[in-house]
Structure formats: C-alpha cells, structure tokens
C-alpha cells in the first residue's frame, strides 16, 4: 500500500471515526485499513504475501491489486515460501493465465525468485520475519532506501525503495497512520504489547 502517494489529510467514513484521508469509502479498503495497515506482522508467509502483493501494485493502485488478493493466495499456495520456491516454468505459465492475479510476467517470475532467497534467508536467519526486521526497523525513509538496496544485494526482485517503504508501512515496520487517525493510538499499543517471533525456526513445512 503507498498512501504517502495520496493526499494526507484525515477523514471520517460512515461510522464517523477518523481515518488516514487516503481511504476510500470502498468496504474493502476501509477493512483493510481499520484492521491490517501498520499492524506488525511477524508470520514468515505473511511477510511473504504483502512482498508479493507490494510489488504486484507497481504502476497499479493498490485496490486494483487489494481485490485479487484470495487470488494470488491460491495462485501462490498460500505463500508458502518452500512451496513457491519449487514452482517452474510450468507454474509461470498457469499462473499466467489466471485472471485471479496481475498477469505481468516479469512480477510472476519474481515471486519465484523471492521465495527461493527467502527460503536460503530461513536457513540462515532463523526466520525470514528475523531478517526482514533487522533491515525494516528504523527511519523512514533512509532506511526505506538502504533496505531496497540490501534486499536486492540479497538477490529478490522487484524490491525498489517505494515498494520497500510501502511494505514498512503495510507490516508495521513504521507506524504511519496520521495523528488524527484513530487506529494510530491502536497500533502504537499492539507494536508495545505483541511478543516478537523472530527468534524462532520456522515451521516444519508440510
């Protein structure tokens, strides 16, 4: 989501509670906001998914990319990273042909990509939710930039600072909900009270 493209100013949506002023009356962007944007996501295949999903908005809005989301979950098995990583030319293919998904190749073949460095990053970080926050963590948008620059030296795709910047602020990296907003009190308490789960080994995958 890149909301810092969109004009800043608070706003209030049916129910009367202020909102960030780049939400749209549209239901599922209002849920997406109210219940997703800036809260911290530590889950591997979460993590994975807004990646995905950031990357597959470029040049697109992100409503465009928000309404495919079940999607690329089935496209993608859910983003399971070793899953993923297995997927051929075949898989590229299929997925090609799917009108459940932005159906741009070069953002297709990246998903493969990633899933295959972040499979090498679990083997060496513990989880990727580990590595990812040691990058993500910081100030805004210096370390939007440095984190693009690392994650590409790291050999992922379509990681560029806006998709990186947005992805902070999607997964809670950075609380960027505007002052007035009422969900940016809510998220500077989950950020204070959620445990992290970096330091765990990732799941046996099934």
């Known amino acids: 989501m890149t909301p810092s493209n969109t004009t800043s100013t608070t706003d209030t949506i049916h129910d009367g509670r202020p909102r960030c002023g780049w939400v749209s009356d549209d239901p599922l962007y209002v849920r997406y906001h109210d219940d997703e944007w800036g809260v911290p996501v530590h889950d591997d ?3 994975f998914e807004m ?3 950031e990357g597959a908005q470029a040049g697109l809005s ?3 990319v928000l309404r495919r989301r079940e999607g690329y979950r089935r496209a993608f098995k859910k983003f399971n990273p070793r899953v993923v990583a297995r997927f051929d030319a075949k898989d590229v293919e299929r997925i090609m042909l799917d009108e ?3 159906r741009h190749r070069q ?3 990246s998903v493969l990509n990633n899933a295959g460095v972040i499979v090498a990053l679990q083997e060496t970080h513990g989880t990727f939710d580990a590595y990812l926050w ?3 963590s910081g100030a805004p948008h210096e370390t939007s930039s440095s984190m ?3 994650l590409q030296r790291d050999g992922f795709k379509f990681v560029g600072a806006t998709i990186c910047h947005s992805l902070r602020q999607a997964t809670g990296m950075v609380n960027d909900h505007e002052r007035d907003c009422f969900r940016r009190r809510e998220i500077e308490t989950l950020a204070e009270t959620r ?3 970096s330091r765990d080994r990732p799941r046996a995958q099934r």
């Open 51 to 53: 990646l995905t999903l």
């Open 107 to 109: 953002k297709i073949e």
């Open 45 to 47: 295949a979460a993590l």
């Open 148 to 150: 693009s620059k690392q």
């Open 62 to 64: 992100w409503l465009t």
């Open 100 to 102: 459940g998904v932005v």
């Open 134 to 136: 040691s990058l993500g």
């Open 195 to 197: 445990p992290r789960r």
